[in-house]
C-alpha cells in the first residue's frame, strides 16, 4: 500500500468521513492535487501528464463517487449551469406548472433549477435571492413579492440575467413576462354582462401586486363602460394568507348579506374561486341557477365541479418558455430573435356551466 493510501482507500469515502473532495482523490491515486485538478478539467494532454495517469485517476475519482463542488466550479469557469426559481408558493397550482415547465425548458439548454418561494413576503425573497448568489446561479426567474423592488434592482445594476414572471414593478425596467391580466379580465366581465347579468361582484386578494391591481382596474372599467356603477359593498379583499375557515366564512357572509342580492362574482385567483366553492356549498347555492359565477385562472377542480367553472386560463406554457428564452438570450445561449423583453399574452377563455 502507497505511503499516501490511507484504510479508507479501498472503500472510496474522505478521510474525515464526509464528502469526497478532490484532495481525496488525489490521496487515492498518489498524485498531486494539481494533477487531478488538470486531468478532471480535460487539460491533461495541455499539461503533458501520461495517458496511464489520466486513466488511473479518472477510475479512481469514479469509483470513489468524486463529484465537483458546485461552487468551486462556478468559481473557476464564470459557470454554474443553474438558475435561481423564485415563486410566491411552490405549492400553487399555477406555480407548480410553471416550474415544471420552466425546468424542462431549461434542461434542453444545459441548465438545472434551483426552487424557492417567497409566500408574498419580501424579507424572505431578499434571503432567497441571497442565497441564489451566494450558489452563484447563472440567472434568475422571478414572480416577484412586494416590497421586493431594490432587491431586484441590485441585481440588474449587478448585470445579472433577471426575467420576472407573473408580475413586474413599473419602476424597474426588466424583463418580464406575464398574461394580459387587464384583458383577461374584461373578457370575462363583458361575458357576464352578454348573459343579462346586471349585479356582479368582485372578490380579491388584499396584497399590493400589479397583476391584481391590473384585474380590478379591468372590472371597475369594463362596468362604468358599460354604464353599471361601480359599488364598494359589491368588492370584497380577503386579506393575504388569512385562514381558509375565516375565507370561507368571508366569502359566504359576502354573497348572503349584500342587498340586493348579485348575480355574478368574479373571482380573481384561482385559489380564491376554490374558497368561493366551498362557500357555495356551506349556503347551499346551485350554479348558475342561484349566482353565476366566474374565475381568473384554471384548476383540476374547476374541470370537475358541476356544472363546470368558468374560467380565463393562463398560458403557463407559454409564460414559462418565454421566461426562459428571455433568459437565455440575455447569457447568450439562443439566437433566437426577441423583440420585446416585456411580454404581455394573451389568455384563454373557456365557458362552462357556471355562467
Known amino acids: 500500500m502507497s505511503k499516501k493510501s490511507s484504510p479508507n482507500s479501498s472503500t472510496g469515502r474522505a478521510e474525515n468521513g464526509g464528502r469526497v473532495s478532490l484532495k481525496d ?13 488538470f486531468i478532471l478539467n480535460g487539460k491533461a494532454q495541455e499539461m503533458r501528464i501520461r495517458e496511464e495517469v489520466a486513466i488511473k485517476v479518472k477510475e479512481v475519482a469514479r469509483k470513489a463517487g468524486y463529484t465537483p463542488h458546485q461552487v468551486a466550479v462556478s468559481l473557476r469557469t464564470g459557470q454554474s449551469r443553474i438558475l435561481g426559481l423564485v415563486v410566491e408558493s411552490i405549492s400553487g397550482s ?3 406548472a410553471l416550474a415544471r415547465v420552466i425546468e424542462e425548458e431549461a434542461s434542453r439548454y444545459g441548465y438545472r433549477v434551483v426552487y424557492t418561494s417567497t409566500e408574498n413576503d419580501a424579507a424572505k425573497g431578499r434571503a432567497m435571492i441571497h442565497m441564489l448568489s451566494h450558489w452563484h446561479v447563472d440567472g434568475y426567474l422571478i414572480t416577484p413579492a412586494p416590497g421586493m423592488e431594490k432587491d431586484i434592482q441590485e441585481l440588474l445594476d449587478k448585470k445579472r440575467p433577471v426575467v420576472l414572471m407573473d408580475g413586474f414593478f413599473p419602476s424597474i425596467k426588466a424583463p418580464f413576462v406575464l398574461v394580459d391580466n387587464y384583458a383577461g379580465v374584461k373578457t370575462g ?110 384548476h383540476d377542480i374547476f ?14 406554457e407559454e409564460i414559462a418558455k418565454t421566461a426562459i428564452q428571455l433568459l437565455m438570450k440575455q447569457l447568450g445561449k439562443t439566437d433566437i430573435r426577441i423583440r420585446k423583453t416585456q411580454v404581455r399574452l394573451a389568455g384563454k377563455f373557456i365557458q362552462r356551466g357556471s355562467l
Open 25 to 37: 482523490v488525489a490521496r487515492l491515486a498518489g498524485v498531486a492535487p494539481s494533477t487531478v485538478s
Open 189 to 298: 366581465v363583458q361575458q357576464f354582462i352578454k348573459k343579462g347579468y346586471q349585479r356582479i361582484g368582485y372578490v380579491t386578494a388584499d396584497v399590493d401586486l400589479i397583476q391584481l391591481d391590473e384585474r380590478m382596474n379591468a372590472y371597475r372599467d369594463t362596468l362604468e363602460a358599460n354604464n353599471m356603477p361601480v359599488q364598494k359593498k359589491r368588492i370584497l379583499k380577503i386579506p393575504y394568507n388569512h385562514p381558509r375557515a375565516d375565507a370561507i366564512r368571508l366569502i359566504a357572509e359576502f354573497l348572503q348579506n349584500i342587498s340586493p342580492r348579485l348575480d355574478a362574482v368574479y373571482f380573481s385567483t384561482n385559489y380564491l374561486g376554490l374558497l368561493g366553492l366551498e362557500s357555495l356549498r356551506q349556503l347551499n347555492w346551485q350554479l348558475p341557477k342561484d349566482i353565476a359565477m366566474m374565475c381568473f385562472d384554471d
Open 94 to 96: 399555477f406555480f407548480a
Open 303 to 316: 374541470r370537475l365541479y358541476q356544472p363546470g367553472i368558468t374560467v380565463m386560463e393562463q398560458p403557463v
